[in-house]
């Protein structure tokens, strides 16, 4: 949240050189101040998002490396020569695997979710 505090502290200096213009009667830069002001509105969201936005791009990166593991595991056939499907979906971030496959996370333990590191970014 540094970021998001050096802005807050940037729009405080902001809000008080708005005020002095408007007391020195100094209208174009009052308005100037004014535009900053707004444009320092908008730093202050994308800075607070800033952590949300890093976290899911972890969970993005931990999903997409789980599904990797799974995809690399080794399937299953039935007599027919056609691969086992045994599709398993999570209840809490909705997500399917197949657990037919043998990984070092497939077959899951049941109740658990592969991907349960990246489930508090993103449930
Ligand atoms: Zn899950």
């Known amino acids: 949240m540094r970021r998001a505090e050096s802005v807050r502290l940037g729009i405080i200096y902001l809000r008080l050189a708005r005020d002095a213009f408007k007391d020195a009667g100094a209208k174009r830069t009052t308005a100037r101040v004014r535009l900053a002001l ?13 952590p949300i936005r890093e976290q899911r791009l972890e969970a993005d990166a931990e999903v997409a490396r789980v599904r990797a593991i799974i995809d690399g595991g080794t399937p299953r056939y039935d007599e027919m020569d056609a691969e086992i ?7 809490t971030c909705g997500r399917s695997w197949n657990d037919a496959r043998i990984s070092e ?16 970014a993103t449930a």
């Open 38 to 50: 707004t444009s320092a509105g908008g730093a202050l969201r994308h800075a607070e998002l800033a």
């Open 105 to 120: 996370l497939t077959p899951t333990p049941s109740a658990r979710c592969p991907f349960e590191y990246a489930h508090r």
């Open 85 to 91: 499907v045994e599709t398993a979906t999570c209840g």
